[in-house]
């Protein structure tokens, strides 16, 4: 199969799933998630009509946004090392990973600098499985409390990875915990936090998710096929 029929594929999956639980597909962005594939073939799916691209290495995503151009929109969804952020501070829409105040204070003295603002999400540990991945369910307040007087940072809502299980009780338990948890902070009393996004759901778990509330999906393998790393 061609990259854009796999890409149609999982538009249409989308639209399938978003059907079948009552949702509206226009609520559901795709983020094909590029890591690992060199700039052509992004190019090659951004012929196709795919806007929103993610990636989890800082100096990989910054190479590709100098070369493919100012149209698409970039979203960084893996680890961030905080001597990285001047990195992407300059160019990334969206950064989906950040879980630590040390992340934030540096997003914003970056962004600041650049001149922009960034949308950020919050990264909560849903699955109980890496201690690295997000910050504790209870950590969230806090954050959200240190992030909402910045000025060059927008808490736009929240992000989460399930286990990596075929149990989909499991993987929708936690969804869940997600929604939730966004739900009970969305109306947060300061205003300038707008929890509206749930980043959550890949290629193997995008159905669930979409039933669980996502607004963004993360999906690369059932667009670019199996990495061979990363
Ligand atoms: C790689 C990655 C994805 C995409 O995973 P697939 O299983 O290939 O769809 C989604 N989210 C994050 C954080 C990733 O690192």
């Given at each position: 199969?061609?990259?854009?029929?796999?890409?149609?594929?999982?538009?249409?999956?989308?639209?399938?799933y978003c059907n079948g639980c009552g949702?509206?597909?226009g609520g559901v962005t795709l983020i094909?998630?590029?890591?690992?594939?060199?700039?052509?073939?992004?190019?090659?799916?951004?012929?196709?009509?795919?806007?929103?691209?993610?990636?989890?290495?800082?100096?990989?995503?910054?190479?590709?946004?100098?070369?493919?151009?100012?149209?698409?929109?970039?979203?960084?969804?893996?680890?961030?090392?905080?001597?990285?952020?001047?990195?992407?501070?300059?160019?990334?829409?969206?950064?989906?990973?950040?879980?630590?105040?040390?992340?934030?204070?540096?997003?914003?003295?970056?962004?600041?600098?650049?001149?922009?603002?960034?949308?950020?999400?919050?990264?909560?540990?849903?699955?109980?499985?890496?201690?690295?991945?997000?910050?504790?369910?209870?950590?969230?307040?806090?954050?959200?409390?240190?992030?909402?007087?910045?000025?060059?940072?927008?808490?736009?809502?929240?992000?989460?990875?399930?286990?990596?299980?075929?149990?989909?009780?499991?993987?929708?338990?936690?969804?869940?915990?997600?929604?939730?948890?966004?739900?009970?902070?969305?109306?947060?009393?300061?205003?300038?936090?707008?929890?509206?996004?749930?980043?959550?759901?890949?290629?193997?778990?995008?159905?669930?998710?979409?039933?669980?509330?996502?607004?963004?999906i993360r999906v690369g393998t059932a667009?670019?096929?199996?990495?061979?790393?990363?």
């Amino acid at each position: 199969m061609s990259i854009e029929a796999r890409l149609k594929n999982v538009q249409q999956k989308i639209a399938e799933y978003c059907n079948g639980c009552g949702r509206d597909p226009g609520g559901v962005t795709l983020i094909a998630v590029s890591k690992t594939n060199p700039p052509e073939i992004i190019r090659q799916v951004a012929g196709a009509g795919q806007i929103h691209f993610g990636e989890n290495k800082v100096q990989e995503m910054a190479s590709k946004m100098d070369e493919l151009g100012d149209t698409l929109q970039w979203h960084m969804i893996g680890p961030i090392q905080t001597n990285k952020i001047r990195m992407m501070a300059g160019r990334v829409d969206w950064i989906h990973s950040v879980s630590r105040k040390k992340e934030l204070d540096e997003i914003e003295k970056r962004a600041h600098q650049a001149g922009r603002s960034i949308r950020v999400l919050i990264q909560v540990n849903i699955s109980d499985e890496d201690q690295k991945s997000g910050c504790e369910p209870d950590e969230l307040p806090a954050l959200l409390e240190h992030a909402a007087p910045m000025e060059h940072i927008r808490v736009k809502g929240l992000m989460g990875m399930a286990s990596f299980s075929d149990d989909m009780d499991l993987v929708r338990s936690q969804f869940r915990m997600l929604r939730e948890l966004r739900d009970k902070w969305r109306n947060h009393p300061d205003k300038r936090i707008e929890l509206e996004h749930l980043s959550m759901g890949m290629t193997n778990d995008m159905q669930v998710a979409i039933e669980e509330g996502a607004t963004m999906i993360r999906v690369g393998t059932a667009i670019f096929g199996e990495r061979n790393y990363g």
